[in-house]
């Protein structure tokens, strides 16, 4: 009986820091930035982790990524990449957000 409580402790753990979603999560979310990237695994964008890798011990990436994303910096292919439409402070959270991905 304990064993059964401590996994349903555990998926009901899983299941809601899954549920949560700040405002960062939800334009992450329906902005489909999923369709190339993850937190983890490289598809046809850079994984976060890695984003967040090469960002490291760099002052001005932040400032750098926020401005990327807000006006749609160029990809290396030459492409532009896709613009985020959010305010300020939420694309803001959404740099932390990559930032602190691992
Ligand atoms: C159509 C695919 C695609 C979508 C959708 C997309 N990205 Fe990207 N993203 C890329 C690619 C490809 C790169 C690598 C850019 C390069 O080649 O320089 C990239 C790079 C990045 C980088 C790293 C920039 C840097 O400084 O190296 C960040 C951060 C990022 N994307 C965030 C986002 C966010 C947030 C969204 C959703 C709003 C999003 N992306 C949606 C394809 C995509």
């Known amino acids: 009986m304990k064993l ?3 996994a349903a402790a555990a998926a009901f753990a899983l299941l809601s820091s899954q549920a949560y979603a700040g ?4 334009i992450v979310a329906k902005e489909k930035c999923s369709k190339c990237h993850t937190a983890t695994t490289t598809k046809k964008g850079p994984s976060w982790a ?4 090469k960002a490291k011990g760099k002052a001005d990436a932040a400032e750098k990524m926020f401005v990327y994303l807000k ?3 160029k990809m290396s292919d030459g492409d532009d990449h896709k613009k985020v439409e959010a305010s300020d402070a939420d694309i803001k959270a959404i ?8």
């Open 95 to 102: 740099v932390a957000l990559v930032l602190a991905a691992k």
């Open 50 to 53: 890695s984003v967040a890798e």
């Open 4 to 6: 059964l409580t401590l």
């Open 71 to 73: 006006t749609g910096g």
């Open 23 to 26: 405002p960062a999560e939800d």
